[in-house]
């Protein structure tokens, strides 16, 4: 690209997953720049200069996933044993509709279904594994390209077993301490820790006495939480757990922390006695 010997470019657009045989889209073109209509499914572009000599090495590049919004339908997700049985309504009659799953990028199948029946079986699905089902819409259902044809019908995720989370949230840490007060604040648990939908947290504390809160149930996207109530010139550690449908993980702790006997603002006095002489 910054040599003026450049007479073009070469780029490969190829869907992920692809089960066709064919070569991916070979496209040619002069300018450093290319408009493409793609789906919702992940794609590997690669791109090669050449001249009268020949052809670059390719740069390559992964198109990441895109915002899971404004899709036209929804899909709908039932287990049986290890197998999975999807459905969805389709809004209009297509030529077939494209199934692909898996877990991530580099574990993608394809399927293409030709009926208008709007449910598909998938196989052999792993415990506790997060899978990622996204439905197509197509009026080209051979294998020579979907490119431009295929629509995303709709997208969903889902556990075939659910485990209870493998950890608690990471770095928690105690700020704003007051004698009666403190703020918490964590790092969410990693999704592949979830080992299914996290549901929320639980947290409590527990003084240097051994005296246990009652745990407070918060929403999964909640990441801090302000304890108060809490007693003057005390050490207390807070507890917290994450949870799924199948149960609670284990907990994480923090480090200890003490409240101060008196208030920041809070004006101390002092007594002077005067004796008279």
Same mark, same amino acid.
């Given at each position: 690209?910054?040599?003026?010997?450049?007479?073009?470019?070469? %780029?490969?657009?190829?869907?992920?997953?692809?089960?066709?045989?064919?070569?991916?889209?070979?496209?040619?073109?002069?300018?450093?720049?290319?408009?493409?209509?793609? !789906?919702?499914?992940?794609?590997?572009?690669?791109?090669?200069?050449?001249?009268?000599?020949?052809?670059?090495? +390719?740069?390559?590049?992964?198109?990441?996933?895109?915002?899971?919004?404004?899709?036209?339908?929804?899909?709908?997700?039932?287990? #049986?044993? *290890?197998?999975?049985?999807?459905?969805?309504?389709?809004?209009?009659?297509?030529? /077939?509709? %494209?199934?692909?799953?898996?877990?991530?990028?580099?574990?993608?199948?394809?399927?293409?279904? *030709? =009926?208008?029946? $709007?449910?598909?079986?998938?196989?052999?699905?792993?415990?506790? +594994?997060?899978?990622?089902?996204?439905?197509?819409?197509?009026?080209?259902?051979?294998?020579?390209?979907?490119?431009?044809?295929?629509? =995303?019908?709709?997208?969903?995720?889902?556990?075939?077993?659910?485990?209870?989370?493998?950890?608690?949230?990471?770095? %928690? =840490?105690?700020?704003?301490?007051? +004698?009666?007060?403190?703020?918490?604040?964590?790092?969410?648990?990693?999704?592949?820790? /979830?080992?299914?939908?996290? #549901?929320?947290?639980?947290?409590?504390?527990?003084? !240097? !006495?051994?005296?246990?809160?009652?745990?407070?149930?918060?929403?999964?996207?909640?990441?801090?939480?302000?304890? *108060?109530?809490?007693?003057?010139?005390?050490?207390?550690?807070? #507890?917290?757990?994450?949870?799924?449908?199948? $149960?609670?993980?284990?907990?994480?702790?923090?480090?200890?922390?003490? *409240?101060?006997?008196?208030?920041?603002?809070?004006?101390?006095?002092? /007594?002077?006695?005067?004796?008279? !002489?």
């Amino acid at each position: 690209a910054q040599s003026e010997n450049v007479l073009g470019y070469f %780029v490969n657009v190829e869907r992920i997953p692809n089960s066709c045989s064919h070569q991916p889209n070979h496209i040619s073109l002069k300018e450093r720049k290319i408009l493409v209509n793609l !789906s919702m499914t992940y794609y590997r572009v690669c791109i090669s200069a050449y001249n009268e000599a020949g052809e670059s090495p +390719k740069a390559i590049y992964i198109v990441p996933e895109l915002s899971i919004t404004d899709l036209p339908g929804q899909i709908h997700v039932k287990r #049986q044993g *290890t197998n999975a049985v999807v459905t969805w309504t389709p809004e209009y009659n297509p030529k /077939c509709f %494209v199934v692909d799953w898996g877990t991530g990028k580099e574990d993608m199948h394809m399927k293409i279904i *030709t =009926t208008a029946t $709007g449910n598909f079986t998938l196989e052999n699905f792993q415990p506790y +594994k997060l899978y990622k089902i996204v439905v197509h819409a197509s009026d080209v259902c051979q294998c020579e390209s979907f490119i431009g044809h295929e629509k =995303t019908f709709g997208v969903t995720q889902f556990y075939s077993i659910e485990g209870v989370p493998r950890t608690g949230p990471t770095n %928690v =840490t105690i700020l704003n301490i007051t +004698k009666h007060s403190a703020l918490v604040k964590w790092t969410e648990i990693a999704a592949e820790d /979830c080992l299914g939908f996290l #549901q929320g947290y639980r947290i409590s504390y527990i003084d !240097s !006495s051994g005296k246990n809160s009652p745990a407070v149930t918060l929403n999964s996207s909640i990441t801090s939480y302000h304890l *108060t109530g809490l007693k003057e010139k005390t050490t207390y550690r807070v #507890q917290i757990s994450g949870f799924t449908n199948a $149960g609670e993980g284990p907990l994480t702790l923090s480090q200890p922390f003490s *409240t101060p006997k008196y208030g920041t603002m809070e004006p101390l006095c002092i /007594c002077i006695t005067q004796h008279e !002489s």
